[in-house]
């Protein structure tokens, strides 16, 4: 009970609290895409840079958190690759957004503040590793195979130079590449500087938080309710088993880093997954349907992985 009070109810409060914001309507129609803005491109940012630069680079490249973590979220999207055309014959890209959907977890909105709140201050350097494992590893991958679908017949040259100049245009991914720089090159930054961002990245878990209950205030589960339901097995179920399976030879439960791969393995579906289907129209009803179901499924699992794995 100590567990679920201090560390899971203030997450999902939050979220919660931005669920009632958005169906009471208190934001106004563009509430959620000015928040989503802010966090985004500011707080987020900020949030990231200075974990970072407070830090030895050596602290954040866990070679083995890579291999649990990354290993779960691919395998878990290779799996709903394969569900989706067994399901329904899917074409390529169709494919790859089901995998997305049940592997790409809310790492940057709702992993890294979980980790902050259940480990302290140092809990986002796995956070922040898990968020670029994601960014820059399947959410790309996926892109790419989406791309190639779609640009059949069209070279694959133009896939890749649009995938990388999403990906290069990312302020989360510019945010840790120069947080990464300044930890590396050992530069100082100036104490009113790191103030400044200390400020603006404490801003980033709470707002991100609110943002998905937001997000969530007008979603449905739409009509694929049974890819839905598979997308959302493989992501609250499947990736953090495959996770916990592979951890006893990789890393130590009892260390925070694999806990961390755990717990960022069992988060629900991102909105990424959502602006992603949207942009190709493809998959859309189920990538939304997927984030709602994960998020409300994840309050008991991550909830009960919390006070299984003796966090907080």
């Known amino acids: 009970m100590h567990v679920l009070l201090t560390v899971a109810f203030p997450v999902f409060a939050l979220i919660g609290i931005g669920w009632l914001g958005g169906r009471l309507r208190l934001l106004g129609p563009h509430g959620t895409m000015a928040l989503n803005g802010f966090v985004g491109w500011f707080a987020l940012p900020a949030m990231l840079f200075t974990a970072l630069a407070k830090v030895s680079i050596a602290e954040v490249l866990n070679g083995a958190f890579v291999i649990v973590f990354g290993g779960s979220m691919l395998l878990t999207y290779v799996a709903g690759m394969v569900a989706a055309r067994l399901m329904s014959g899917a074409r390529l890209a169709h494919m ?148 916990l399976a592979l951890l006893p030879w990789f890393l130590d439960l009892g260390t925070m880093w694999g806990k961390a791969a755990v717990l960022c393995a069992a988060l629900p579906t991102a909105a990424n997954a959502f602006v992603v289907a949207k942009e190709y129209e493809t998959f859309v009803e189920g990538a939304s349907g997927t984030i709602l179901l994960s998020t409300v499924a994840s309050v008991a699992t991550v909830s009960a992985l919390l006070v299984l794995l003796s966090i907080g």
């Open 96 to 243: 790859s957004l089901f995998g997305l959907s049940a592997s790409f977890g809310n790492v940057g909105y709702m992993g890294i503040p979980l980790c902050v709140t259940a480990f302290g201050p140092e809990g986002a350097l796995p956070g922040t590793l898990a968020a670029v494992l994601g960014a820059a590893g399947i959410l790309t991958f996926g892109l790419i195979l989406v791309e190639v679908d779609v640009q059949r017949g069209h070279g694959a040259q133009a896939a890749r130079g649009r995938v990388l100049r999403a990906v290069l245009r990312s302020p989360i991914v510019q945010a840790v590449a120069l947080g990464a720089m300044v930890s590396a090159l050992r530069i100082a930054v100036p104490e009113p500087v790191m103030h400044f961002l200390d400020l603006l990245g404490s801003a980033a878990a709470p707002c991100a938080l609110f943002a998905i209950g937001l997000f969530l205030s007008d979603k449905g589960l739409g009509s694929a309710r049974r890819e839905v339901f598979v997308a959302s097995l493989g992501k609250v179920l499947l990736q953090p088993l495959i996770a």
